[in-house]
């Protein structure tokens, strides 16, 4: 008897449509999985660039004000003074605004020569300071304390031990090379924190070598930075030097106690941590095969077997800088929520196979279309588009996934602070407008605003960080405030921001809106209240661009742009 017959009817009815369903939802669940692996391999890998792009952007601006130090104590093109006693008030006056620079970290900026005379001044505070002089060449140094740029030196005390600048690496480095050079890091025995010195070597009148210009940098931001860096569960980020010594880390130490119980550096290969070593080896191989100076990803075996996906770059400088950056999480860490919406997915087709046959067909329909949904999102992140975001009223996996979607797409083009786009976002838009503009072949231009704020350093140095947060949202609501609902306001980086005008009728229009933007943030800021002051009223400056006139792409407009505002920015 065949099989059919054998069946009763309500099996013969119900069977095959559950087992329909069942395989349904087996390939439904195989093409979530997939759908949601792909994106999430996509995703993960722009999210370590992000990530890399930011530490490096992080740690280049913390290091390169140090060029500016060494610039402001010496000027190129200033000679060696043949006598420290007889400069000594020129040299307090440049040294005390060299240190002024970026007095968090380069506090202290000091000049040794090669008959052994030494000038240092370092920075306590705003105010207070401290001068270290060796004029002759010979003995100790004074030590002066005084207040204010111009402040009388208080009675010296000398040093305990002899300092000669001759026989310090700072000198050695930088007396044979022509440009600025980074010596090796230290640990600075007082504080027990990394310390990289810049130098620079100083000619006579007659251009012959005299002495050496010199700043210290100390290294803890960096390393605190990478602490409060938001990562995954089980990711990490670590800066390290070209042999593998490290210089900041997310978990763990970057520094090794030694055999007599002092700080020694800790190199990646060396680390307790498992990942840490695993990483440094991984992207060293990796960096073994490309110049690495953009960030790249890749993807390398754990002790345990399991993937890590890994983002790195090379920072490098024109003194000497060679660090490398590496962001790594473990796949997992991407891919728990899909392999959970999997399993509930797969129990929930179960579950509704068994309850009816009309019901799991209703529920298949539903998740086919969800899913169509989410593969579209997918692929919209995958790529790097913006794309629509997700609508949904679903309070199950799939609603949390479709919503996880459109978080994502928000975040990666969404500043965090003001909420306003952000750089990504208005770059993206400026192209999509320059193709618009000349697929439609629109007569009328459109504006490329930069914008950068007044004096706003000045805030932050006063009232803190938490104060200078609060004015930079009240003037980005100004700035959206100030135009019209299809234009776009985005924050550039720091206190610079990028507006697009998405249409104009001439170039005067685009003037008249940056009068009145400027007027609106010369108001006075809610965010200090009474505790304003006359010199910290900000404002900003604006440089204007016009499609086409000014650039035919989106570098070309910034740059004009930023141009334009250089040239309208007030002197002093």
């Known amino acids: 008897m065949a099989l059919p017959d054998r069946l009763s009817l309500r099996k013969l009815l119900t069977v095959p449509y559950v087992l329909l369903v069942l395989a349904l939802a087996g390939?439904?669940?195989?093409?979530?999985?997939?759908?949601g692996r792909d994106a999430v391999d996509n995703l993960s890998g722009q999210l370590l660039t992000e990530t890399v792009n930011r530490i490096a952007q992080a740690v280049d601006r913390h290091v390169a004000g140090s060029a500016a130090v060494l610039e402001a104590a010496f000027p190129q093109g200033v000679p060696a003074p043949e006598s420290l006693v007889d400069n000594l008030g020129a040299l307090r006056t440049r040294f005390w605004l060299a240190t002024s620079v970026h007095r968090d970290p380069n506090n202290y900026a000091y000049y040794g020569d090669r008959q052994g005379r030494f000038f240092g001044l370092w920075r306590y505070s705003e105010s207070e300071a401290e001068l270290r002089l060796r004029p002759q060449g010979s003995g100790p140094r004074d030590i002066y304390r005084f207040t204010g740029i111009d402040g009388v030196l208080q009675a010296p005390a000398a040093e305990g031990r002899i300092f000669d600048p001759r026989e310090r690496p700072w000198f050695r480095a930088a007396q044979g090379s022509t440009?600025?050079?980074?010596?090796?890091?230290?640990?600075?025995?007082?504080?027990?924190?990394?310390?990289?010195?810049?130098?620079?070597?100083v000619n006579s009148r007659t251009g012959d070598f005299e002495?050496?210009?010199?700043?210290?940098?100390s290294l803890k931001q960096v390393n605190a930075f990478l602490t409060r860096l938001a990562l995954s569960t089980n990711g990490l980020a670590m800066v390290v030097e070209a042999d593998g010594n490290l210089i900041g880390v997310s978990r763990g130490p970057h520094l090794r106690t030694d055999a007599n119980g002092s700080n020694a550096r800790l190199n990646a290969a060396e680390s307790s941590d498992p990942l840490v070593s695993a990483t440094y080896r991984a992207v060293r191989g990796l960096v073994g095969s490309t110049s690495a100076l953009q960030p790249h990803t890749g993807v390398f075996q754990a002790a345990d077997g399991s993937a890590v996906q890994v983002g790195y770059a090379r920072l490098q400088d024109a003194a000497g800088l060679d660090w490398l950056i590496m962001v790594a999480v473990p796949r997992h860490d991407f891919l728990h929520q899909v392999e959970e919406n999997f399993l509930h997915t797969a129990i929930l087709a179960a579950l509704a196979a068994l309850a009816a046959v009309l019901i799991g067909l209703a529920v298949l329909s539903t998740v086919t279309r969800e899913l169509a949904n989410l593969a579209e999102a997918a692929r919209h992140v995958g790529e790097g588009l913006p794309g629509t975001p997700l609508r949904t009223n679903r309070r199950d996996e799939l609603g949390d996934l479709a919503r996880s979607f459109t978080e994502m797409q928000q975040r990666l083009m969404t500043d965090q602070l003001t909420g306003l786009s952000n750089r990504t976002a208005v770059m993206r838009r400026i192209e999509e407008r320059i193709l618009q503009q000349r697929r439609r072949?629109?007569?009328?231009?459109?504006?490329?605003?930069?914008?950068?704020?007044?004096?706003?350093?000045?805030?932050?140095?006063?009232?803190?960080?938490?104060?200078?947060?609060?004015?930079?949202r009240e003037l980005s609501q100004r700035l959206s405030d100030g135009v019209r609902a299809n234009d776009m306001v985005a924050r550039y980086a720091g206190d610079e921001f990028v507006i697009l005008l998405e249409s104009v009728e001439h170039r005067r229009d685009a003037d008249a809106v940056r009068l009145h933007l400027e007027e609106s943030l010369?108001?006075?800021l809610a965010a200090l209240g009474a505790d304003a002051?006359?010199?910290?009223?900000?404002?900003?400056?604006?440089?204007?661009?016009?499609?086409?006139?000014d650039g035919q792409d989106v570098d070309a407009l910034l740059k004009a742009a930023d141009a334009d505002m250089y040239r309208r920015k007030p002197i002093g």
């Open 441 to 472: 072949g629109d007569p009328r231009p459109f504006v490329v605003m930069f914008a950068d704020l007044n004096r706003f350093k000045l805030i932050n140095d006063r009232y803190g960080h938490d104060v200078g947060d609060e004015v930079l």
């Open 522 to 524: 010369r108001r006075p």
């Open 533 to 549: 002051m006359p010199d910290t009223a900000t404002g900003a400056t604006f440089g204007v661009a016009v499609y086409p006139d």
């Open 27 to 35: 390939v439904i669940g195989v093409i979530s999985y997939r759908a």
């Open 179 to 201: 440009a600025q050079t980074w010596t090796s890091i230290y640990i600075d025995f007082k504080t027990s924190e990394l310390v990289a010195t810049r130098a620079r070597r």
């Open 211 to 217: 002495g050496v210009v010199a700043t210290d940098l």
